[in-house]
């Protein structure tokens, strides 16, 4: 079994914390992980991804294949639509849906959510709207953690509840709560 | 049991070299080699045992100090992006000659694709080059297990050891076994003058010896462990490093596979795949260095592809995509390209300095229409894309300078120079004094955010002491500012710069003022105290 995610979003946005998270739950759970990230120029206000791999057998490729990745998992939907070659044939899109424009000719936003919902599986929701009203404005990317869990098979909501706990148990009790909090906002939000 | 934590092929490499012993890590930041030296930096184990990690000025410095220590008996590494074997060549080639006593280990991290680089040059050449041991890692467990390996075989041939590491393995994470720490090797300075001063005839003898000690390398390049063959029917592969993942990751039954981890590359195991195979196929990141020397090994009418004849693309790096086509396995269907899709480039952050700076540039330079404007290596090379479109050029570390004054020579002005402070004290100081030397009429901007901020803010060598250096090179004092570079003070930046654009002779400005990264950082750890 495996799960291949594909991490997506703009410098700065906190998609490398969410890999934490994962990386750590499934570490907890024996699984086989690789996770290739970019660093350097690429995070000062342009597009990030990261590819993340989950399996119970060894995994040799760094990145995932084109047509492989079980889900894309972005903190901005034109982020998410920038790696549909990637989407496997019955793949999941789950994204923040309000767009982050910092370049001139960022497309139009409703022909974008437009071509986003024409995909077959797809979850989209205002995180940073959500993490504001529950008062937890910084965990913006544990709502879209929880949002994802319903497409994570490899590993059961239960599992990342317990990576959030301890990622964040050194930055202290109320932060782990706060993550918490965001996490459940995300998964109940879309059942 | 062993204990498994989950590492950057950075990490592991750093971890690996701990647990060898390692007594000092020489390093100029580079992507995507800088995890390296900053898990260093930060381990318990280096703290306590005082292990030296200081950044250093460029990637030469950094060698030779490495051979220093190396000389007195200790393991040394020296790390560095691809682009900055250029710049430590001298050393590295000649450490060759002289040779090691304690070992020395040199990781290269070459950038196919180009990802945060301005080529994809092929360490393994230089490796070929000076005549040493080459060792490619294809994971990060082979990280950490391969820098112990590499720190004994320095010793055992007593010559530099090459570790070639490419963007998707320095920065990609996966479960590391690591073992138990081994202790440093004791102070034991070389007494063998003759091998270390390197006049001609000393030279002679050290180079011939040199030569003569590569039927050895060969031989342990046959017996490696890291070089594994395994034989099947019809096409042979050799997949050398991360290539290897590749390959696999694809497979299809039944062909003969060679992974080739260690070089000089293995002839011997090459003609046995070659025997047992109709064909070759050879899978490697970066330039065909393996493809062209299996091509010369074979002859011409044995079949060989690669890179070469277009099986896989000439540039660019590896993937698994690519890699399926060159098995001619079929792709999976794709879903097209989404329509609602723009370019989002990097840029440089809001309330960035260098911002003002080319904002000041750009009041000033539309009155003078000859004027060019020669950049440099670092955050601020973004400012030759729009909204500031700003710069003319970008080279190489510390090329702004030295070419604007070359354009001055031949009459270009006014003549602008762009660059950082941590690119000036790497490799702008000798191009200023030449400037300095020659009064040519150049003006330059020395940017200083007071850090290596586009590797994510590691110390500069010269914070400080910019305008003592430029003072102590020559520069005039009545042709030296220091401003800081705000909105509120562009009336002040934009006159001096005029002023010293008239100038007929080396000015240099220098906006000074804290990378907005770092100073969010250092209020953040305050905040957290």
Not at chain 1, 23 to 43: D, F, I, N, P, Y
Not at chain 1, 87 to 103: E, H, M, Q, R, Y
Not at chain 2, 156 to 170: D, K
Request: aromatic share 4%; glycine share 8%.
């Amino acid at each position: 079994m495996k799960t291949d995610i594909k991490l997506a979003g703009v410098g700065g946005q906190g998609i490398l914390s969410i890999a934490t998270v994962l990386g750590e739950a499934a570490t907890a759970a024996g699984l086989q992980l690789k996770q290739a990230e970019v660093h350097g120029m690429s995070q000062r206000g342009g597009d990030v991804q990261s590819d993340l791999r989950l399996s119970t057998e060894a995994i040799f490729s760094d990145q995932i294949p084109l047509g492989e990745a079980d889900l894309i998992l972005s903190m901005e939907p034109m982020e998410a639509l920038r790696y549909l070659p990637w989407l496997a044939p019955d793949g999941a899109v789950v994204t923040a849906s309000k767009p982050f424009v910092n370049i001139p000719n960022y497309p139009d936003e409703a022909a974008l959510l437009a071509e986003l919902d024409q995909l077959p599986k797809v979850t989209r929701m205002d995180i940073d709207a959500v993490a504001k009203d529950l008062a937890v404005p910084r965990s913006a990317n544990m709502v879209l953690l929880g949002m994802a869990a319903h497409h994570i098979g490899i590993l059961s909501p239960d599992e990342l509840r317990g990576a959030i706990r301890t990622v964040f148990a050194r930055k202290g009790a109320q932060v782990v709560e706060d993550n918490l909090k965001a996490f459940d906002a995300g998964y109940e939000g879309i059942q | 049991m062993l204990q498994k934590r989950l590492l950057l092929g950075d990490e592991a490499v750093a971890l690996g070299a701990l647990h060898a012993g390692l007594s000092g890590v020489y390093a100029y930041p580079g992507t995507p080699s800088t995890e390296i030296t900053e898990y260093i930096q930060q381990d318990p184990l280096a703290r306590e045992r005082g292990v030296r990690s200081r950044w250093c000025t460029n990637e030469k410095t950094a060698m030779e100090a490495a051979l220093g220590m190396s000389y007195a008996g200790k393991r040394a590494l020296v790390c560095m992006k691809h682009v900055g074997m250029n710049v430590c060549a001298d050393a590295f080639v000649n450490a060759a000659v002289t040779g090691v006593k304690g070992g020395l280990v040199v990781v290269a991290a070459d950038d196919p694709s180009m990802h945060s680089s301005q080529n994809e040059q092929d360490s393994r050449f230089y490796g070929q080059f000076a005549l040493v041991p080459i060792l490619e890692p294809s994971d990060q467990q082979e990280c950490y297990d391969m820098m112990s390996d590499a720190f004994r075989l320095s010793e055992e041939v007593r010559l530099p050891v090459l570790l070639r590491l490419v963007t998707r393995l320095s920065h990609s994470r996966a479960a590391v076994a690591a073992g138990t720490p081994q202790p440093e090797n004791p102070l034991a300075p070389d007494g063998e003058r003759t091998r270390w001063v390197l006049l001609p005839g000393n030279a002679k003898r050290q180079y011939a010896a040199l030569v003569e000690r590569q039927p050895d390398l060969l031989r342990r390049s046959e017996n490696s462990r890291h070089n594994r063959l395994t034989t099947g029917r019809g096409l042979g592969v050799i997949a050398c490093g991360i290539a290897y993942n590749y390959v696999r990751e694809v497979l299809p039954e039944g062909v003969s596979l060679l992974k080739v981890s260690q070089y000089p590359l293995p002839a011997a195991q090459i003609r046995t795949l070659a025997d047992v195979s109709d064909r070759i196929l050879v899978v490697e990141d970066g330039q065909p260095f393996v493809e062209e020397r299996v091509k010369a090994l074979l002859g011409a009418d044995y079949p060989v592809s690669g890179r070469l004849d277009g099986s896989l693309p000439r540039t660019g790096e590896l993937n698994p995509d690519n890699v399926a086509a060159a098995f001619g396995l079929p792709g999976a269907e794709l879903r097209p390209k989404a329509l609602n899709l723009a370019p989002r480039p990097p840029q440089l952050c809001q309330g960035c300095g260098h911002r003002d700076v080319y904002a000041a540039l750009n009041r000033v330079l539309p009155d003078y229409p000859d004027a060019r404007v020669f950049g440099d290596i670092g955050c601020y090379t973004l400012g030759a894309l729009p909204p500031f479109t700003a710069i003319d050029t970008c080279v190489d570390m510390g090329a702004s300078i030295t070419m604007a004054k070359g354009a001055a020579d031949a009459g270009v002005h006014p003549a602008v120079a762009v660059i950082g402070d941590s690119t000036f004290t790497h490799s702008g100081m000798t191009s200023l004094l030449d400037a300095v030397n020659d009064k040519a009429a150049i003006t330059v901007i020395l940017s200083d955010n007071l850090t290596t901020a586009m590797t994510g803010g590691q110390d500069s060598a010269g914070t400080h002491k910019y305008e003592a250096i430029c003072l102590a090179l020559g520069v005039e004092r009545e042709h030296l500012h220091v401003v800081v570079p705000l909105p509120k003070n562009m009336e002040e930046i934009t006159r001096i710069i005029r002023e010293e654009l008239e100038y007929k002779g080396v000015s240099v400005i220098i906006p000074q003022r804290e990378c907005m990264q770092t100073l969010a950082r250092k209020q953040r750890q305050k905040k957290a105290q």
